[in-house]
């Protein structure tokens, strides 16, 4: 089985960067501010609250936040009464390629799984939370 979750991690990020290309962000980046958008509409996350959506580890989540910041796809806004926490919100995009974005993201995903049903991708994804969830935790920066 690692051969094939090897095979299918390097199909997803090929497709990812292909499909990502027209927006001039990583994956990663791609990630973060759909999770933004979908996860905390207009509020923004903590850089904890990310990690622990995402499951990245923190030297991964710090440089890609340092990147986009300097590309003005998010800011820090700091959070009232912590003087230390900061809570990532995005940068408002026009809607429409921000749908394009989210589409975008849907249809890599079901290009990746095309040759399953949709009860085995149901399944797949019990599954896939069930192998994470042992992992949720942990810092993946070793």
Same mark, same amino acid.
């Given at each position: 089985?690692?051969?094939?979750?090897?095979?299918?991690?390097?199909?997803?990020?090929?497709? $990812?960067?292909?499909?990502?290309?027209?927006?001039? %962000?990583? =994956?990663?980046?791609?990630? %973060?501010?759909?999770?933004?958008?979908?996860?905390?509409?207009?509020?923004?996350?903590?850089? *904890?609250?990310?990690?622990? +959506?995402?499951?990245? !580890? =923190? =030297?991964?989540?710090?440089?890609? %936040?340092?990147?986009?910041?300097? &590309?003005?796809?998010?800011?820090? +806004?700091?959070?009232?009464?912590?003087?230390?926490? $900061?809570?990532?919100?995005?940068?408002?995009?026009?809607?429409?390629?921000?749908?394009?974005?989210?589409?975008?993201?849907?249809?890599?995903?079901?290009?990746?799984?095309?040759?399953?049903? !949709?009860?085995?991708?149901?399944?797949? *994804?019990?599954?896939?939370?069930?192998?994470?969830?042992?992992? &949720?935790?942990?810092?993946?920066?070793?």
């Amino acid at each position: 089985m690692p051969n094939q979750l090897g095979k299918l991690f390097r199909v997803m990020a090929r497709r $990812y960067n292909k499909a990502l290309a027209r927006f001039d %962000i990583t =994956s990663v980046q791609a990630h %973060i501010l759909a999770t933004l958008w979908v996860d905390s509409p207009g509020g923004g996350m903590t850089i *904890g609250e990310l990690q622990a +959506r995402l499951m990245l !580890g =923190s =030297s991964t989540l710090t440089g890609a %936040i340092d990147r986009m910041e300097r &590309a003005h796809l998010l800011e820090r +806004r700091p959070v009232e009464g912590d003087r230390r926490a $900061y809570r990532l919100v995005p940068v408002t995009w026009p809607a429409k390629k921000a749908e394009a974005l989210m589409e975008t993201l849907a249809k890599t995903e079901d290009e990746v799984f095309r040759g399953l049903t !949709g009860a085995e991708r149901r399944t797949l *994804g019990l599954l896939l939370e069930k192998a994470l969830a042992p992992h &949720a935790a942990e810092d993946d920066d070793e």
